[in-house]
């Protein structure tokens, strides 16, 4: 293949991978590990769960760690030249553990609650959404081949999953618990899939949908496993089922087939 037609394979790709079951199921999965290692860090290792004191130092400091790592990751990936499978889930496990401890942050540390963080956090995704179609005139994953739709995508991920967490916690801590949460976000999806294939509802907009809902899922998934029994929970380790999560995703990297999606021109 020439330099021409190279240029031309190029431009038709974009840097984040196709949408596809197998997507879903390691998005699901990194979310889940986001949670658990959120929380391995921010609440054991930081030491959350000794006092209101060290909670907003944990948290903070959790979120600097994440949100440090974040932006490295994003930087690289703004700088490949190609999707990357290893780079791009990195990438989304950073934006799901950053958004872990900033929206425990938010909700708890700020004293907002989950009613306040939920919607502060809904109004920053909406947000982003909007800048970014009115500066590219798409918000499509399509888009996702130049710099400045990175940009916003990676900041909207970064939204959504801290908006799925305070979603979550929300929900599981009501009368439903653990399981019943996990029931609901479970069931929001599969009637998002089912508007996919059969209504005419902007598939833009359900994949938006179905994104934000998956980090709700995960992250009552990843509390069921590690939060005491007391409270609806296994109590397992937080770091061992991060480390079995994390092994699983690695896994799922190298043997599910990953192919970079498709582009379309933006403007």
């Known amino acids: 293949m020439d330099d021409a037609g190279a240029a031309r394979l190029s431009?038709?790709?974009?840097?984040?991978?196709a949408?596809?079951?197998g997507f879903w199921v390691l998005k699901i999965l990194a979310t889940t590990f986001g949670e658990t290692m959120g929380d391995t860090v921010s609440m054991s290792w930081l030491g959350e769960t000794s006092g209101q004191a060290s909670a907003v130092n944990g948290y903070l400091v959790g979120t600097a760690i994440f949100?440090?790592?974040l932006a490295v990751l994003v930087w690289a990936q703004i700088r490949a030249r190609r999707f990357h499978p290893f780079l791009y889930w990195a990438t989304i496990i950073a934006s799901t553990t950053a958004g872990t401890t900033l929206a425990d942050f938010a909700t708890r540390s700020l004293g907002i609650g989950y009613p306040?963080?939920?919607l502060l956090l809904l109004g920053l995704v909406l947000a982003s959404l909007l800048v970014w179609h009115r500066a590219?005139?798409?918000i499509s994953v399509a888009s996702v081949h130049e710099p400045r739709a990175e940009l916003y995508y990676w900041l909207t991920i970064t939204f959504s999953q801290t908006l799925g967490t305070a979603l979550g916690d929300w929900v599981a801590d009501g009368s439903l618990g653990y399981a019943g949460a996990a029931a609901i976000f479970g069931g929001a999806l599969a009637l998002v899939a089912a508007a996919y294939f059969w209504t005419r509802i902007s598939h833009v907009a359900l994949f938006w949908l179905a994104f934000i809902?998956?980090?709700p899922l995960g992250a009552v998934v990843g509390d069921f496993l590690d939060k005491p029994v007391s409270h609806g929970g296994l109590e397992l380790s937080r770091l061992a089922?991060?480390?079995v999560l994390g092994a699983a995703i690695v896994l799922l990297v190298l043997f599910v087939p990953q192919r970079a999606g498709r582009?379309?021109?933006?403007?």
């Open 136 to 138: 590219l005139g798409s």
């Open 116 to 118: 306040g963080g939920s």
């Open 19 to 21: 949408v596809t079951f």
């Open 11 to 17: 431009g038709a790709l974009t840097k984040v991978p």
């Open 67 to 69: 949100g440090g790592l």
């Open 241 to 243: 089922a991060s480390l």
């Open 263 to 267: 582009a379309a021109a933006t403007g």
């Open 213 to 215: 809902l998956t980090r």
